[in-house]
Nanobody, 123 residues
Framework: QLMESGGGLVRPGDSLRLSCAASDLSFEYYAVGWFRQAPGKERVLIACMSSLASNIYYADSVKGRFTVFKVGDRKTAALDMSDVRPEDTAVYYC??????????????????WGQGTQVTVAS
């Protein structure tokens, strides 16, 4: 089971951290992925990190602004978002995945989904 937190209403240019807490130590064995779904659009993979952090992927839309990482307790992962833009407005989902890659966006490799957290960027 995964639980996201940290969403909310922010202004353009602000920073925000989303957290994803697992009920066990599963981030030691699984990749973590962050997806988002904007209104009227499909859910897309924006960032992921492999289980040993040897492979990290960012979508072009967030590269250089977002950072995915795992916390040392092996139960928590996070997504640091900086310089947010109105187009970042979406429901954000964390996921435990079998692997992380640029071709992991279909969701077929997701083992567990979080419930989602809303991020709204508006002035």
């Amino acid at each position: 089971q995964l639980m996201e937190s940290g969403g909310g209403l922010v202004r353009p240019g602000d920073s925000l951290r989303l957290s994803c807490a697992a009920s066990d130590l599963s981030f030691e064995y699984y990749a973590v992925g962050w997806f988002r779904q904007a209104p009227g659009k499909e859910r897309v993979l924006i960032a992921c990190m492999s289980s040993l952090a040897s492979n990290i992927y960012y979508a072009d839309s967030v590269k250089g602004r977002f950072t995915v990482f795992k916390v040392g307790d092996r139960k928590t992962a996070a997504l640091d978002m900086s310089d947010v833009r109105p187009e970042d407005t979406a429901v954000y989902y964390c996921a435990q995945m079998l692997r992380c890659g640029s071709d992991s966006g279909s969701g077929a490799e997701v083992v567990t989904w979080g419930q989602g957290t809303q991020v709204t960027v508006a002035s």
